[in-house]
């Protein structure tokens, strides 16, 4: 045998002398742990979970492991189903125990709880007829109607359905108290769920028009197809054909010729 393949061969030797002995190791501590320790079950997250997600989404990320009793984290689950209807609220690293301690429920969260990604909270005055108080709750979800002036058309208006099926984060209150508060303001306020497209939609009617809210069914609610009425709409809508030609040849021949 050559100094070569004999320092190889030592080597070698000397690995695999050191890869038992870790294994040893290894298995020894392992059995003192057991031996010193009761092992329980604990739920890890497999990556980052951020901050606001929600409890009922997050079991794919999580899995389970074994550590001992003493080393478990204050709150800890027990099944990933401890954490149905609440929210994280601090982002929970991967690796890291998962705890009740670091999620809340969507009522402590508050309106933040029911945001995300380009949804907006926007909150707008107006009177008890505008807002339906005393009909509407949070949770509904809400048409807004509006109508304005044509640019450039004298004396013509135009209304439409402007939004459809907007969330109502905060519904104004129907107390007594805030019934004397409307009276001497004239107005109340609604807070709204919209994404970033849609507040500039709702603030140029709010701010160039007229508008209200109309309540949507909470079950089976469906929409017409989209549409717009004005002074010509609605005085057609429903006449016949006989009716509609002598509007559009004389639309006050009748009265004219009925006066005395």
């Known amino acids: 045998m050559t100094y070569r393949l004999r320092n190889i ?6 690995a695999v002398l050191a890869a038992m002995m870790t294994s040893f190791y290894v298995k ?3 059995q003192d742990i057991q031996q010193g320790q009761v092992l329980t079950t604990v739920w890890v997250a497999k990556a980052d979970i951020p901050a606001g997600s929600a409890g009922d989404d997050i079991s794919g990320q999580l899995e389970s492991t074994e550590v001992a009793k003493s080393s478990v984290t204050p709150g800890a689950i027990v099944q990933p189903e401890d954490l149905a209807g609440k929210v994280s609220s601090e982002t929970i690293y991967a690796g890291e125990q998962v705890s009740l301690l ?7 969260q508050g309106i933040r709880a029911q945001i995300s990604g380009n949804l907006r909270a926007i909150q707008l005055p ?8 005393g009909t509407l709750t949070a949770g509904d979800h809400v048409d807004i109607v509006g109508s304005w002036q044509l640019t450039g058309v004298e004396n013509q208006k135009v209304t439409r359905v402007v939004l459809r099926d907007i969330l109502v984060l905060q519904a104004p209150e129907a107390s007594g108290e805030s019934k004397r508060v409307t009276q001497s303001t004239g107005d109340q306020a609604i807070m709204l769920a919209v994404t970033d497209a849609q507040a500039q939609k709702l603030f140029w009617i709010f701010t160039n028009g007229e508008w209200s809210l109309s309540l949507r069914p909470t079950t089976d609610a469906a929409d017409s197809p989209e549409g717009f009425e004005w002074s010509g709409t609605v005085l057609a809508d ?3 054909r006989a009716q509609l030609r002598r509007l559009l040849v004389d639309p006050f021949q009748s009265e004219r010729t009925s006066t005395p």
């Open 9 to 14: 061969a030592i080597a070698v030797a000397l």
């Open 102 to 108: 670091r999620f809340s429920t969507q009522e402590e």
């Open 28 to 30: 020894q501590q392992k």
């Open 126 to 133: 107006g009177d008890q007829n505008q807002l339906l108080v």
């Open 238 to 240: 429903g006449l016949t």
